[in-house]
């Protein structure tokens, strides 16, 4: 009779919702941070990609119009470039991630 009794109830009762409630937010609490740090990464190491390609057709460029900076420092000139399209296209949050070798 009991199990007859369960199964005419038409809602859940309170320690039900709240337990369902307490796995939910345990959940939570370990995936969001999981989540946000993998975003973080990808946009890091998107941002790194696009920085690199930049880096590589200023170098491109600078090579192939070497005449037009005679006398000047190749890797400075490229790194101008460089600065000068991330300055003007990218926020200054993301500077903090380039690194030049």
Partial sequence: M?????MNSK???LPEILGVL???SVILVIAVPIVFTAINSSRESSYNILV??????ASNYV???SEQFFGLNTFDI???IVN??????YPKA????????
């Fill in 2 to 6: 009991i199990v007859g009794e369960y």
């Fill in 11 to 13: 809602g859940l009762t």
């Fill in 22 to 24: 307490i796995i939910l």
């Fill in 52 to 57: 690199n390609n930049i880096e590589m057709a």
């Fill in 63 to 65: 090579t192939e119009n």
């Fill in 78 to 80: 490229t790194l101008w």
């Fill in 84 to 89: 000068t399209f991330l300055d003007s296209f």
């Fill in 94 to 101: 993301f500077k903090c991630l380039i690194t030049y070798n």
